[in-house]
Every structure is written in C-alpha cells, then in structure tokens.
C-alpha cells in the first residue's frame, strides 16, 4: 500500500520560515517525480513545485521562486519543501504527491499518489 505522509507545517509569522517533509512508502522511490501542490480554502489546489525522479531537474510556479525550494533524499524515501520568507498568501493546505515519471508535471491528473496534507498558516 503506497503512503505519502506530509510533516512539517504550523503557523508562522509572515517572513519566518518551514520545512515540509513528505516520507513515502510501498513504491520505489527512485522510479517517481514528486511534486508539492497546496490548496487554501474555496480555490483549487495549485502547483507549487516539482523534482525529477533524479533530482537534476526541478519546476516551481512563479509566486514561489526564490522562496521555496524542493528536494529529496532516496535513502530516506523523503522529499522536502524548504519554504523562507513566508507571506500570508502563502496559507494553504499543502500536498505532496508521486507521479511515476522521469519530470513530473504541473497538472493534478498527472500524478499517482497523494499524501493527506498538511496545513500552513502565515500570520501577518
């Protein structure tokens, strides 16, 4: 049984800083891109970034650049999400997610597997 179990969120004022992990099971790591979605209340869930199966490659959607930066470790089976200069608009729920593909994608059908989030609340 795959899981992908989201860690690290909370409530942080307005330009401190989280770090995400998502920890997978039951699939073999190094064959899926992961990507970290989030979703605030009444508005869809959004791409926030991506890594390739290897690592070489990654994709973040322009709000967060140069704030946000994605990672993963195969010997942990882990991905993170290190996240600085938080900004109110940045309170979600987020996500992570597995696609079995070498670049994963932005698109939400593209991908296999989802955690069960977790929440993020930047105070101003």
């Known amino acids: 049984q795959v899981q992908l179990v989201e860690s690290g969120g909370g409530l942080v004022q307005a330009g401190g800083s989280l770090r995400l992990s998502c920890a997978a099971s039951?699939?073999?790591?190094?064959?899926?891109?992961m990507g970290w979605f989030r979703q605030a209340p009444g508005t869809e869930r959004e791409f926030v970034a991506a890594i390739s199966r290897s690592g070489s490659s990654t994709d973040y959607t322009d709000s967060v650049k140069g704030r946000f930066t994605i990672s993963r470790d195969s010997a942990k089976n882990t991905v993170y999400l290190q996240m600085n200069s938080l900004k109110p608009e940045d309170t979600a729920v987020y996500y992570c997610?597995?696609?079995?593909?070498?670049?994963?994608?932005?698109?939400?059908?593209?991908?296999?597997?989802w955690g069960q989030g977790t929440q993020v609340t930047v105070s101003s």
């Open positions: 997610a597995a696609d079995r593909t070498e670049v994963a994608g932005r698109l939400k059908q593209e991908y296999d597997y």
């Open positions: 039951g699939l073999t790591f190094r064959r899926y891109a």
